[in-house]
T-cell receptor, first 116, second 115 residues
Framework: AQTVTQSQPEMSVQEAETVTLSCTYDTSENNYYLFWYKQPPSRQMILVIRQEAYKQQNATENRFSVNFQKAAKSFSLKISDSQLGDTAMYFC?????????????FGKGTKLTVNP | DADVTQTPRNRITKTGKRIMLECSQT?????MYWYRQDPGLGLRLIYYSFDVKDINKGEISDGYSVSRQAQAKFSLSLESAIPNQTALYFC??????????????FGPGTRLLVL
């Protein structure tokens, strides 16, 4: 079974500082995709960043970047210059593509609070 | 206008009642999904559909059924609601014509309370 583990239930950071959220996953597959989703208090699920496992280069989206360590099965999210609007639940998710089937498996989430 | 809409946004019902949650999308995507979110458990897949004639069970399909009325519409039904189905329900879509591992786009969620 594929599993995703987010070991930090809650984190906090001061505005303008940098924070890293951790995520590890377990799979025997070689072809997969990794995602970070953000869920603010509005409860909308918003894609933050996506990474293909076959790409060695870490994905980056503005202030958000990942540290993808395939051998260690680790996929951490770094938020630079944290803003108050970054306060949200962050979910790491994992997708295997097999025979046309694509299903996301989510971690339990990390609650991030950005303090002024 | 939102690309993925869900109705209702909030619903309170009683044990044993039948309830339907609806999802519509204007993204033109073929694939649609229903997830359930419980506190401390992340999101779990209930059902998914890759086109109008294709319905598949997910991780936690017991007690639920779905209907894909059209490419743009995917409904989730609770035939006889029970209190442990109290949760936040999300619909999502993705593009069959896209690359493998295509991003799933989520609706705003429906909060369901079963008394």
């Amino acid at each position: 079974a594929q599993t995703v583990t987010q070991s930090q239930p809650e984190m906090s950071v001061q505005e303008a500082e940098t924070v890293t959220l951790s995520c590890t996953y377990d799979t025997s597959e070689n072809n997969y995709y990794l995602f970070w989703y953000k869920q603010p208090p509005s409860r909308q699920m918003i894609l933050v960043i996506r990474q293909e496992a076959y790409k060695q280069q870490n994905a980056t989206e503005n202030r958000f970047s990942v540290n993808f360590q395939k051998a260690a099965k680790s996929f951490s999210l770094k938020i630079s210059d944290s803003q108050l609007g970054d306060t949200a639940m962050y979910f790491c998710a994992f997708m295997i593509v097999q025979g046309g089937s694509e299903k996301l498996v989510f971690g339990k989430g990390t609650k991030l609070t950005v303090n002024p | 206008d939102a690309d993925v809409t869900q109705t209702p946004r909030n619903r309170i019902t009683k044990t044993g009642k039948r309830i339907m949650l609806e999802c519509s999308q204007t993204k033109g995507h073929d694939r649609m999904y229903w997830y359930r979110q419980d506190p401390g458990l992340g999101l779990r897949l209930i059902y998914y559909s890759f086109d109008v004639k294709d319905i598949n069970k997910g991780e936690i399909s017991d007690g639920y059924s779905v209907s894909r009325q059209a490419q743009a519409k995917f409904s989730l039904s609770l035939e006889s609601a029970i209190p442990n189905q109290t949760a936040l329900y999300f619909c999502a879509t993705s593009d069959l014509q896209g690359l493998p591992g295509e991003t799933q786009y989520f609706g705003p969620g429906t909060r369901l309370l079963v008394l």
